[in-house]
C-alpha cells in the first residue's frame, strides 16, 4: 500500500542498521519523511542518503533525556510536524551466561537504552503530538520480554518493562488520540542478534550464521529465518492508519515462538511407552 504515510513524518531511533534501518527505509518508501537517529552518526547517514531528500540524519544517546527532546525538535524544525515516533533503539548488554556469573555492572546502561529511552522518547513525541491531535508511537521489545530465561538478564528485564509501559502509555495518552503500541521481535537476524567479535573474518561469520541457525530454530514453530523486514513491514501496519483502533498492544514477530511449545510431547511419549513395551514383549 504505497503512499499510506504520504505527508507524515517518522523518526526511527536506532535507525542506523537492523530493524531501524529497515522499517526507516519501509516509512520513506510509503511516503514519509524521516528522521533516521543513531548514536553511531555515521551510520545514519548512510541511512538518510539512502532515502534521499526526504531523510535527515542526527546523532542521540536515547538514554540522555535531553537529546531525545533536541531529537523530536529537530524533526518538527526540518519537516514542521511529528506524526509516528518508532523508539526501535536498542543494546543487549554484557553475555553472562548465569545470574551467579553476571555482576549487574551493564544494568544501568542497558535499562537506560532499553526502557528509559523508550520512556523519555515516548514523552518527547507525544508532547508534541498532544497538540496536534495524535499520531502513532511504537515501541520494540523482545520475545525476551515475555519470555523467562537464562542469561541476559538486564536486557530481558528491560524488555519487560517496555512492553508493560507501552500499555500503561496507551491508556494515558489515548485522550489525545495518541496510539503507543508495541513490537516483540523474536530471533530477527541483525547486528545485535549475531554473536560476532571483534575482527571475525566474513567467512568465519558466514560459519557463524550457519552454526546459529539450528540454536535459532530450536523453539521457532516456523523454520523461517526472520529478516529486518519482517519487523518493518508489522512496524509499518501499526503506524499506519490501518491499525487506527489498535492501541496498547504487544505484537509478536517471531515464528510463533510465544505461541507455545513446539515439541510434539504427546509423540515422545507414545514413543517412550512403545519402546517400554517392545522391551517387556
Known amino acids: 500500500m504505497a ?13 542506523g542498521s537492523g530493524i531501524g534501518r529497515a522499517s526507516a527505509l ?37 538514554a540522555r533525556a535531553e537529546e531525545v527532546e533536541a531529537l523530536v525538535a ?8 511529528l506524526d509516528v515516533m518508532f523508539n526501535n533503539a ?30 523519555a ?3 518527547a513525541a507525544a508532547r508534541h503530538m498532544a497538540e496536534r491531535g495524535g499520531g502513532a508511537i511504537l515501541n520494540n521489545a523482545s520475545i525476551a520480554g515475555l519470555l ?28 489525545y488520540g495518541i496510539r503507543v503500541n508495541c513490537l516483540v521481535p523474536g530471533h530477527i537476524r541483525t547486528p545485535l542478534s549475531a554473536f560476532t567479535l571483534p575482527g571475525m573474518s566474513e567467512e568465519q561469520m558466514a560459519r557463524l550464521r550457519e552454526a546459529l541457525a539450528p540454536v535459532w530454530d530450536a523453539n521457532q514453530p516456523l523454520k523461517r529465518h526472520g529478516r529486518p523486514e519482517d519487523v518493518a513491514e508489522a512496524a509499518l501496519f501499526l503506524v499506519s ?10 505484537l509478536p514477530v517471531d515464528g510463533g515462538i510465544t505461541a507455545g511449545d513446539p515439541v510434539n510431547h504427546l509423540a ?6 512403545a519402546r517400554v513395551l517392545g522391551e517387556g514383549g
Not at 519523511?33 to 544517546?61: H, N, S, T
Not at 529537530?74 to 510536524?81: C, D, I, K, T
Open 26 to 62: 519501509r516509512f520513506a518508501g510509503a511516503g514519509a519523511r524521516v528522521v533516521v537517529a543513531d548514536l553511531d552518526e555515521a551510520r545514519a547517514r548512510q541511512v538518510a542518503e539512502e532515502i534521499g531528500e526526504a531523510a535527515r540524519a542526527f546523532r542521540v544517546d536515547v
Open 148 to 175: 523467562a530465561g537464562q542469561a541476559l538478564y538486564s536486557y530481558r528485564v528491560s524488555k519487560a518493562g517496555v512492553i508493560h509501559f507501552t500499555k500503561c502509555a496507551a491508556i494515558d495518552l489515548a485522550e
Open 74 to 81: 529537530f524533526a518538527v524544525a526540518e519537516f514542521g510536524r
Open 268 to 273: 515422545e511419549l507414545l514413543a517412550a511407552r
Open 241 to 250: 492508519d490501518r491499525a487506527a483502533q489498535i492501541t496498547g498492544v504487544a
Open 3 to 15: 503512499g499510506e504515510l504520504e505527508g507524515k513524518v517518522a523518526v526511527v531511533t536506532g535507525g
Open 121 to 123: 522518547g515516548t514523552r
Open 90 to 119: 536498542g543494546i543487549s548488554g554484557a553475555q553472562h551466561p548465569r545470574l551467579l556469573e553476571d555482576d549487574l555492572g551493564d544494568f544501568t546502561r542497558v535499562i537506560g537504552v532499553n526502557l528509559f529511552g523508550v520512556m
